[in-house]
């Protein structure tokens, strides 16, 4: 079974950066592809950002595209999503998952391991 911890959530004001930690454990081989997706209070979990483990192939959702940067560790089984140019509309409870696929997109529901997430609130 594959565990996943989110870290680096924080209270951050428009314009600033933030770096988010995914660190897996567990059954890793299984998984190809972690995502990073967000929910706001009220609002449905929307997909983020992804990148496959294996060719570091990346996906960005259009809200966050020149913003944000996915990156991944694999010797360390970590996975980043560095985030710049933060706006109001970024904050939201961040969670990463994984996918089983090699070449999953950002559709939560391709994603069958979840953490439990870590809060960012972007706020003046």
């Known amino acids: 079974q594959l565990q996943l911890v989110e870290s680096g959530g924080d209270l951050v004001q428009p314009g600033g950066s933030l770096r988010l930690s995914c660190a897996a454990s567990?059954?890793?081989?299984?998984?190809?592809?972690i995502g990073w997706f967000r929910q706001a209070p009220g609002k449905e979990r929307e997909g983020v950002s992804c990148i496959s483990l294996s060719s570091g192939r990346t996906n960005y959702a259009d809200s966050v595209k020149g913003r944000f940067t996915v990156s991944r560790d694999n010797a360390k089984n970590m996975v980043y999503l560095q985030m710049n140019s933060l706006k109001l509309e970024d904050t939201a409870i961040y969670y990463c998952?994984?996918?089983?696929?090699?070449?999953?997109?950002?559709?939560?529901?391709?994603?069958?391991?979840w953490g439990r997430g870590t809060q960012v609130t972007v706020s003046s």
């Open positions: 998952a994984a996918s089983p696929l090699p070449y999953a997109d950002v559709r939560p529901s391709l994603y069958t391991s």
């Open positions: 567990g059954s890793t081989s299984n998984y190809y592809t």
